[in-house]
């Protein structure tokens, strides 16, 4: 398990040596006066030592990794009430290319914000958070409103992101959503809802 967790899962610092080797010595030189770099060379050691390479299919298989039954039931109550509409609108093929777009682009963020972690990611919540987005193109459309019926049916216009941005419903769902990510994200340690950190950044 661990093994698949290092050659799948995604490391941000990994990312950054294999792409500015240097980076490595610069841990290296400060770990002696700096107890941050100290942790994060002796991550390295851990996770990143046997392990190295660039890894860029990374990006994306973190997201079909996860940590416990639990972080797999949340993920799959969030892609199960977004996902159907957005499969019935895109159709599978582009509907897994958007699963993957979304997975990547919420690794590359998490990678700016935390360029040399060695804590590896995974999860597929980029994704569904993506799911959750891309349903607020539609949901609030004239003719769908919020609701099982609407979900379900995935069917008309879809709004343009000015639109999204200026309907009071679209800024209320994508505030609250923006909220409990925030709180039950950055604060899951806090909160004692997860033993692990949370890259909500990569949510977002």
């Known amino acids: ?29 400060s770990a002696n006066n700096d107890p941050h770099a100290l942790d994060a060379a002796r991550m390295w050691r851990a996770t990143t030592s046997a392990h190295p390479g660039l890894k860029p299919w990374t990006l994306l298989t973190y997201a079909l ?19 159907p509409p957005l499969a019935r609108r895109f159709g599978p093929i ?25 804590t590896p990611l995974i999860g597929a919540s980029a994704s569904a958070s993506g799911f959750m987005a891309g349903a607020a193109r539609f949901i609030f459309q004239p003719g769908a409103p919020l609701g099982p019926r609407a979900l379900a049916r995935g069917t008309g216009r ?28 950055a604060g899951a340690r806090v909160l004692g809802a997860s033993d692990a950190p949370v890259a909500w950044i990569a949510h977002i």
Request: proline share 2%.
């Open 1 to 29: 398990q661990e093994t698949v967790y290092l050659d799948w899962g995604f490391i941000p610092g990994r990312l950054t040596i294999a792409l500015w080797p240097g980076e490595f010595a610069k841990l290296i030189a």
């Open 65 to 83: 990794l996860h940590g416990s039954w639990t972080h797999v039931g949340l993920n799959c109550v969030w892609i199960f009430a977004f996902g």
């Open 94 to 118: 582009r509907f897994f290319l958007f699963f993957a777009a979304t997975a990547i682009c919420g690794s590359l963020l998490h990678w700016l914000t935390a360029m040399m972690d060695f």
């Open 158 to 185: 879809a709004a343009t992101l000015i639109e999204v941005l200026t309907d009071r419903r679209a800024l209320i769902f994508i505030g609250v959503w923006l909220v409990t990510n925030i709180l039950f994200g």
